[in-house]
């Protein structure tokens, strides 16, 4: 069974930075698209990024720039380094993984709270 263990969530000032991580046990790492996913108070949980086993990423529109996917296929981590943080940024954060083959197998960790205050 895939398992999905975030961390590096925080309280973090206006115009700061984080880093999550996500460890993935369970399967093959490699055979997995990961992506991180938000949800704020009283909101969906919303699309951050994905990144594809070769790296390839996409980004929604709004956080490129200022988010980056990355992912260590020999630590079987998927990151997310945000930048210039901003209140509309606090969120639980979750790491996601669907099998590159079929996508009916799909996997969510417990998630991470992200805090953007003064």
């Known amino acids: 069974q895939v398992r999905l263990v975030e961390s590096g969530g925080g309280l973090v000032q206006p115009g700061g930075s984080l880093r999550l991580s996500c460890v993935f046990s369970g399967s093959i790492f490699s055979i997995y698209t990961m992506g991180w996913y938000r949800q704020a108070p009283g909101k969906q949980r919303e699309l951050v990024g994905t990144?594809?086993?070769?790296?390839?990423?996409n980004y929604v529109d709004s956080l490129k720039g200022r988010f980056t996917i990355s992912r260590d296929n020999t630590k079987n981590t998927v990151y997310l380094q945000m930048n210039s943080l901003k209140p509309e940024d606090t969120a639980r954060y979750y790491c996601?993984?669907?099998?590159?083959?079929?996508?009916?197998?799909?996997?969510w960790g417990q998630g991470t709270q992200v805090t953007v205050s003064s």
């Open positions: 996601n993984a669907v099998h590159v083959y079929d996508d009916e197998l799909e996997y």
């Open positions: 990144i594809a086993n070769d790296g390839r990423t």
